[in-house]
């Protein structure tokens, strides 16, 4: 229990200082980089690599491959639709969700698994 | 185009909005360390790169910039939506940075000092999101932003101010 909270607290902290970089620079497409920071990831594996070991944070940043081409995808999708589209920004972004998960899990269960 | 700092931008942020952030990126960590733990690394792995904050960045800048058109008397709706837009854009290109951060992180903690590799990593993400941005300049589609369609690769023609 301990340790989740700790990665709670850890993985908050790094989320946030990311997205208060995102807030304070102009123009959007720039601060839109760090909607992409490795926050969670630096706060996962610096974690990990205390707890479980340098291997087992590899094998983590292996994955990792999969599920940043499906971020890539997604936040495609996300663009597209918002520029497109008459949908709100929420409405995209959760119902898009889903091209990450079939992405991710697809890339990793084919080629990476 | 010029990459401006706008520290007043964090004013117009609510607490409550830092808040969900704060939440969903603690939530996503500790979500990303109980998969591990029951699953495995390689699945757990995969919730690294999870948008989880995504949804509450794109609505907030949707809703910051609605705000300041609805301001001047203006419908701010769709100009919200090209906002969120334009960042989801700048998300993408700092995802395939991401994959460049994923694979010298694998490649390189095993044998290496996690504090360099991860600190140097971090380094090359930058760099490579910089690097892209300059070859796609996605901002061409900004709100307000005039330059020539011809500079845009990746978006459609430029949004003329109102």
Redesign the interface.
Known sequence: MKVILIRFLIGGVAVSLFAILGDVFKPKSFAGLFGAAPSVALATLGLTVANDGKHYAATEANSMVAAAVAFFAYSSCVSWTLMHGKVSALWVTIFSLPVWVLLAFGIWYAWIR | ?R?????S??GK?RWYE?AV??????????V???I?KKF????????????????A???L??KHEKQKKERAGLHG??R????????????????????A???L??RF??AHS?WLV?TG??GI?LAV??SA?ARW???C??PG?LQPASHCTS??APVPLP
């Open positions: 185009m990459i401006e700092i706008d520290p931008a964090l942020t830092f952030r704060f939440l969903f990126g603690g939530l996503i960590t500790a990303a360390g109980i591990a495995g690394p390689g699945v757990g792995g995969l919730f690294l790169a999870f948008p989880a904050t995504f949804p960045s794109a609505t800048i949707e709706s769709a919200g939506r090209k906002a969120a837009s334009v960042d989801a854009a700048g998300a993408a290109i700092g995802s395939l940075a991401l994959v951060f994923a694979l992180v694998k903690l095993p996690a991860l990593s971090t993400w999101s910089l941005r300049p996605v901002g589609a900004a932003n978006l459609p």
